[in-house]
């Protein structure tokens, strides 16, 4: 592998200025946009040697064929011109955000002449004023069912309204005292005014200036033995008291804030919402981020913001976030500025003034609903990548869109899914994953050692092969008893080592496997109707190369590519491309991710046993410099080849130690 790319510029070229640099492909489209403050310090940073790379920034790197850089004068200007390329050109390498859900709002329309309220899901009604969003409709329902006892507003249909007018006769709600009638003359339009500002006003979070209003004039009535408007000013309080109560109580009434929770994996994000005004929660919303470059919390954070407030949501003046990024104080600017820019039509001439404020809650109560919000967060992403797995209906719909899309002549009952997974081309493990009926079968999970590949595909083709050989002879034993990696003869003749896993990799085969043989066996010894490989064009190829050389029949093999999420057929020039949110997509995604898992976990646990192995008997090399060595150098093998000078130069490791170093790994 190349130290680096074809089409790395000059250090002297790339200025030192802030700006936003774009990388892009042979067909020149636009793959990963950013931004810098000092533009030659970032894009060093991609441009180091490859192996050092996280696995997806190396793929978006090598894809690209070119980058180009924009300078600004300020990092403001910078987080801007970002912002705006980010949403015209939809890099596939940036986050990309799922938000499908449309969440309701409760909206008053203080723009008509009689305002109304309602439950809605459009943003686009001029002049009115937004609460929520809310994730029940159920919910919202209530509350506002209540909130009518104490504000009886209008909250009927215009044609409702119209109705009434001309027949002289109030609907349902104005019978029953929900609605003060202004269809009917019951009420004029300017009092009926002021009761929807008391509406808007109570769910801004003036609640309880408004229960202590009513609590004198209920007094006030009872003093006089005006006992039936004293009843009525109750009633009122009690239905009050009970809308309060369907938003908690959290922090202090003069707070509005928004809190972000964030919970992340490699590949996905899951991002919880809440709206707190006037020290309750009025709101709460939710959504998912792919992630396709290695995102650290900062960046994470900068860019869900940045989408959270882009409509018509007007930011509040402090916004509770997990981590700040490098760049708060530009954020806090386009905050700002999107907060005057928005407004609010229930304010004085729309305006909302102040400037916003990004923190990270540290202490007290505010600190404990930015905990309650991340839990939410690490809830919501364990539900995503486990969602539709237990839901029959969306299962069953999955295996017959992939047998459409695939042109099957039946479902997929039985995937299995193969991955390849090394560090600078050393210690190469595969992992096979099993899903039957659409679910993970973990006892069937088996892993795989390398000793030798020249590249993935190579590994791809001797996995398969290996798998291959056991369906033609089902007595053979899936892997002898005794040491990690005992090997049958099929599988010394693919040169691959093979090591039943379950879930934990650090089970090594032993005696009781030979007990469990006759149920390997038959697990194992009738084909998957589909066989998924992690990759493209070249992995498909490599593994149909031992499909062919093996004989086997009627297994449909596809690869997926995680680029675009395209799924690749043998001999063909185009993907196919399923729907983005489709259940299908979704349950290869799934087996995929989950082979990537239990490859990358195996890996690790081999790394970690030899480093163990090698360095930790060495005198004097604790597992700070440890770390330091492997950091310095990415592997034991690259540790291996280099020279007492080279060992030495490393922080904290002397000559004499580097000696002992070099000469026991010169010895094994």
Request: hydrophobic fraction near 40%.
């Amino acid at each position: 592998m190349a130290d680096t790319v074809s089409y790395r510029p000059k250090a002297g070229e790339i200025p030192t200025q802030p700006g936003v640099y774009r990388f892009r492909d042979a067909n020149r489209r636009v793959l990963y946009v950013g931004k810098a403050k000092n533009l030659r310090a970032r894009l060093s940073n991609y441009f180091q040697p490859l192996r050092s790379l996280h696995e997806r920034t190396r793929r978006m790197v090598t894809t690209a064929a070119s980058v180009e850089w924009t300078v600004v004068a300020t990092e403001f200007e910078a987080l801007q011109l970002e912002y705006t390329w980010i949403k015209e050109f939809n890099p596939p390498f940036n986050v990309q955000f799922r938000d499908d859900k449309s969440y309701p709002y409760l909206a008053v329309t203080l723009g008509d002449r009689i305002p109304r309220v309602m439950v809605t899901r459009n943003r686009g009604v001029k002049d009115a004023r937004y609460f929520g969003p809310y994730t029940k409709v159920w919910a919202i329902r209530d509350t506002v069912d209540l909130m009518l006892k104490a504000f009886p507003m209008r909250s009927c249909s215009d044609g409702v309204y119209r109705r009434a007018e001309l027949t002289g006769r109030p609907c349902l709600l104005g019978d029953i005292g929900k609605c003060a009638a202004p269809c009917v003359g019951r009420i004029s339009p300017e009092d009926h005014r002021e009761l929807a500002e008391d509406f808007v006003s109570f769910m801004a979070g003036n609640d309880t200036k408004y229960i202590r209003v009513m609590t004198e004039r209920m007094k006030q009535a009872a003093s006089t033995q005006d006992y039936e408007a004293a009843a009525r000013h109750r009633d009122a309080i009690q239905a009050l008291e009970a809308a309060m109560g369907k938003s908690a109580v959290v922090l202090p009434d003069n707070v509005d804030a928004d809190v972000f929770g964030i919970a992340h994996d490699e590949l996905a994000a899951a991002v919880q919402q809440f709206i707190v005004r006037g020290g309750r929660i009025r709101g709460v919303r939710s959504w998912v981020v792919d992630k396709e470059l290695d995102v650290e919390l900062g960046d994470l954070v900068e860019t869900v913001v940045q989408n959270a407030y882009e409509g018509s949501d007007a930011p509040p003046r402090e916004i509770l976030v997990p981590e700040l990024p490098d760049d708060a104080i530009e954020l806090e600017q386009w905050l700002t500025a999107r907060r005057h820019e928005i407004g609010d039509p229930g304010a004085p001439r729309g305006r909302l003034t102040g400037r916003v404020e990004l923190r990270v809650a540290q202490r007290g109560d505010k600190a404990a609903l930015a905990q309650t919000v991340e839990m939410n967060a690490k809830n919501a992403l364990v539900l995503y990548k486990t969602r539709r797995s237990s839901d029959f209906v969306a299962r069953s719909k999955a295996l017959n869109d992939i047998q459409d899309a695939l042109g099957m002549p039946d479902a997929p009952l039985r995937m299995e899914c193969y991955d390849v997974s090394h560090l600078s081309g050393t210690n190469i493990v595969a992992s096979m994953v099993v899903f039957e009926d659409g679910l993970p079968r973990k006892d069937q999970y088996r892993r795989f050692s390398i000793p030798e590949s020249t590249d993935d595909t190579e590994s791809i083709y001797q996995v398969i092969t290996r798998r291959l050989a056991y369906l033609k002879n089902p007595e053979a034993e899936f892997a002898e008893p005794g040491a990690e990696g005992a090997q049958t003869g099929a599988a010394r003749a693919a040169g691959v080592q093979t090591d039943d896993a379950g879930d934990d990799p650090e089970i090594d085969i032993d005696a009781e496997l030979a007990e469990a043989a006759e149920k390997r066996r038959k697990k194992f010894a009738y084909p998957p109707n589909l066989l998924i490989v992690d990759g493209g064009q070249p992995q498909v190829a490599a593994a149909r190369r031992a499909l062919e050389e093996s004989g086997v029949q009627g297994i449909q093999l596809v690869g997926i590519a995680k680029r675009l999420e395209e799924i690749w057929l043998p001999d063909s020039d185009f993907p196919v491309i399923l729907p983005r949110n489709s259940d299908a997509l979704f349950l290869i995604q799934r087996i995929r991710d989950e082979a990537h898992r239990f490859a990358i976990t195996y890996q690790r646990a081999k790394r970690k046993r030899d480093i163990g192995s090698v360095l930790g008997e060495i005198p004097g090399l604790g597992p700070s410099r440890v770390k330091e060595l492997l950091k310095h150098f990415g592997s034991v093998a690259q540790l291996r080849k280099a020279t007492p000078d080279e060992i030495a130069a490393v922080r904290g490791v002397g000559p004499t130690l580097a000696s002992a170093i070099h000469e026991r790994l010169a010895s094994r």
